[in-house]
C-alpha cells in the first residue's frame, strides 16, 4: 500500500501594490533622518528654559524612543489592515506642519504656560517621531511581495533606517546647528516633509491634504518670527540676546538662554554690576595686593567682564580664556567692544582640555565661571579638573570660581568639599544666609569658593566685599567645614551635578 502524495505548500504573497527599491530607500532614510534632526533639536529648544542638564537629556531621548516604537508598532499594524499606499502622504505631511509650528509652540508655551511646557514639548516630539516611524513597517509593506524575501527585505530597510539615523545626527550636530538657526531647521525640515507628502500624493493619487499643511508650515515660519524668547543669534550653545542698560549709555547685559550671563560695560571696564563679579575681583584683589600684572586663565568667558577687569586694573595681565561656544566670542568682538589690544586671548575650546593644554605652573590665578544657573559642566566639577587646576597654578597661585545653586545648596556643598580634596586652603564667600552666617535659612543665588595653596586673609578679603558694597560674608575654616557637612566630593567616576544642582530660579545674575 502507498501512501498518497500531498500537494505542495505554496507562499502567498502580500496583497497590495509594490514599490520600487530606490523609492522605499529614500523614504525609509528621510524619515529616520528627520527623527533625530528633531529629537536633536528639542534639545536646543528646551535647554534655555530647562537647561542642557542629563535629565533635560533623558526626557527626550526617552521620548524620541517612545515615538520610534509606538510608531512602528502602529504603522505596522495600520498598514496589514488598510492600503499602505494611502498612509504615507498623512505622515510624512502632517509631521511636517506640527515640526514647522514647534518652534513657535514651544516657546510660546515656555513664555507665557510654563507648567504645560512639558507636556506640549512631549507632543512636539512624540507625533512627528511616531509618524515618521510608521513610514519604515509602512514601506516594508510595500516592498514585500513574496514571503520569501521577508528577511532580505526587512533587513535592508532596517539598515537604511538606522543609515539615515546616523545621517540625521551627524548632520544636525557638526553641520545644521552650527549654521542655522533652531527655527530655521524645523521650518526648513517641515517643508521638505510636506513637500515629499505632495510628491508621494502624486505619484499614488491619494491623499491631498499637502496644500492645507504648506500653508501650516508657512504659519509655522510667521509665527517663529514673532513667538517670545527669540534671540539676536542662535549660536552652537546658546539663544543669545544683548539688551542695552537703559540707565548707563555704555552699559550692556548678555543674555544666554534667558539668563543674564555677563554685564559689561563697554567704556568703563572697572565697573562691576553684578555682585558676584565684584565679590571675584574682591579676592582676587585681597590675595594680590596692588597693580601687579597677572598671568591668568579664565574657564569660560560669557562677555569677559573680569578680564577686562584685570586688563584695566592690572595692565601687563596675560588672561587667556576657554570658551567653548565661538558664537559668544564673536558676540564679544561684535557687540561688546572687545578689541585686539586688551591682552585677552580667547580660546574656542572645551575647559577640561584647555586646562590640559597649559603647562604647570604657569598661571597666578584660574577663574571658573562656567557654571550657569540651570545646568554645568560636570566635567569642570570633580577632584580630577581641580587637580589639573592646581597642576598649573604656580605655589601662591589662586583658584577662585563663580557657583549658582538653590534649594539646600547640595551642589555648592558638594563642589566645596571636592576643593578640600585637592587644596590645603578653601574659603566660601556669599550672602551670610546662604553661607550659615546668618539667621534666616538660606534663599542660594551666587556663591564664590577660592581655593589656594597658601592662605588667604579673610579679613583682607571681607575689607574689599565691604569696599565694594556687596553684603557678603567670608566663611572659613570651622564655620565652613560645618555648612559642607557630610556632602560627598565630585569624581570623574561619581558627579550626579544634575541630580544635586537646584535650578536658577528668577532669570537674572547677582
Not at 498518497?4 to 505548500?9: A, I, L, R, T
Amino acid at each position: 500500500m502507498t501512501e498518497s502524495s500531498s500537494p505542495p505548500v505554496t507562499e502567498s504573497a502580500p496583497r497590495g501594490r509594490g514599490m520600487g527599491s530606490r523609492a522605499a530607500a529614500v523614504l525609509v532614510f528621510g524619515s529616520s533622518a528627520a527623527v533625530l534632526v528633531v529629537e536633536i533639536v528639542a534639545l536646543r529648544l528646551l535647554a534655555p528654559y530647562l537647561g542642557l542638564t542629563l535629565e533635560t537629556s533623558t526626557m527626550v531621548i526617552g521620548i524620541a524612543l517612545t515615538a520610534i516604537a509606538l510608531g512602528s508598532w502602529l504603522g505596522g499594524r495600520i498598514a496589514d489592515r488598510a492600503d499602505p499606499r494611502r498612509l504615507l502622504g498623512p505622515s510624512l505631511g502632517v509631521s511636517g506642519a506640527v515640526v514647522a509650528l514647534t518652534p513657535a509652540v514651544l516657546r510660546t508655551t515656555a513664555e507665557w504656560a510654563p507648567p504645560a511646557l512639558l507636556s506640549i514639548a512631549s507632543l512636539t516630539i512624540l507625533v512627528p517621531g511616531a509618524l515618521l516611524s510608521a513610514v519604515t513597517p509602512i514601506v516594508t509593506k510595500l516592498r514585500l511581495t513574496t514571503l520569501a524575501e521577508t528577511g532580505t527585505v526587512v533587513g535592508r530597510l532596517s539598515g537604511v533606517g538606522t543609515a539615515g539615523a546616523i545621517f540625521g545626527t551627524v548632520l544636525t550636530g557638526f553641520v545644521l546647528v552650527s549654521r542655522l538657526p533652531v527655527s530655521g531647521i524645523l521650518i526648513g525640515l517641515g517643508s521638505l516633509l510636506v513637500a515629499g507628502s505632495a510628491l508621494v500624493e502624486w505619484r499614488t493619487r491619494g491623499w491631498s491634504g499637502a496644500p492645507a499643511l504648506a500653508l501650516a508650515v508657512v504659519a509655522g515660519g510667521l509665527a517663529a518670527t514673532v513667538a517670545p524668547g527669540g534671540c539676536d543669534a542662535e549660536t552652537r550653545y546658546h539663544c543669545a540676546r544683548v539688551v542695552a542698560d537703559p540707565d548707563r549709555e555704555s552699559g550692556r547685559t548678555l543674555v544666554l538662554d534667558g539668563l543674564r550671563h555677563s554685564y559689561v560695560d563697554v567704556e568703563d571696564p572697572t565697573h562691576l554690576k553684578f555682585t558676584y563679579v565684584r565679590a571675584i575681583a574682591s579676592v582676587v584683589d585681597a590675595a594680590f595686593p596692588g597693580q601687579e600684572p597677572l598671568a591668568a586663565h579664565h574657564l569660560g568667558g560669557g562677555g569677559l567682564t573680569f578680564p577686562r577687569y584685570l586688563a584695566a586694573t592690572r595692565p601687563g595681565t596675560r588672561s587667556t580664556v576657554s570658551e567653548i561656544d565661538g558664537g559668544v566670542v564673536r558676540i564679544d568682538h561684535d557687540r561688546l567692544g572687545l578689541g585686539s589690544e586688551t591682552g585677552i586671548d580667547v580660546r574656542v575650546e572645551d575647559g577640561r582640555l584647555g586646562l590640559r593644554r597649559l603647562e604647570t605652573g604657569s598661571r597666578d590665578l584660574v577663574v571658573g565661571d562656567a557654571f550657569g544657573g540651570v545646568s554645568v559642566p560636570w566635567h569642570l566639577t570633580t577632584v580630577e579638573a581641580m587637580a589639573d587646576v592646581r597642576r598649573v597654578l604656580d605655589e601662591d597661585g589662586l583658584y577662585v570660581a563663580n557657583l549658582i545653586d538653590h534649594g539646600d545648596l547640595a551642589f555648592a556643598r558638594a563642589e566645596a568639599a571636592t576643593l578640600g580634596e585637592v587644596f590645603e586652603h578653601v574659603a566660601l564667600v556669599g550672602d551670610p544666609t546662604d553661607i550659615g552666617l546668618g539667621p534666616a535659612a538660606a534663599d542660594g543665588g551666587n556663591l564664590v569658593v577660592l581655593a589656594s595653596g597658601r592662605p588667604v586673609d579673610p579679613h583682607a578679603v571681607q575689607e574689599e566685599l565691604d569696599a565694594r558694597g556687596t553684603g557678603w560674608r567670608v566663611a572659613t575654616g570651622d564655620d565652613l567645614a560645618s555648612w559642607i557637612g557630610d556632602a560627598r566630593p565630585l569624581t570623574d567616576d561619581y558627579a550626579p551635578v544634575d541630580q544635586l544642582l537646584q535650578p536658577y530660579g528668577p532669570r537674572s545674575g547677582r
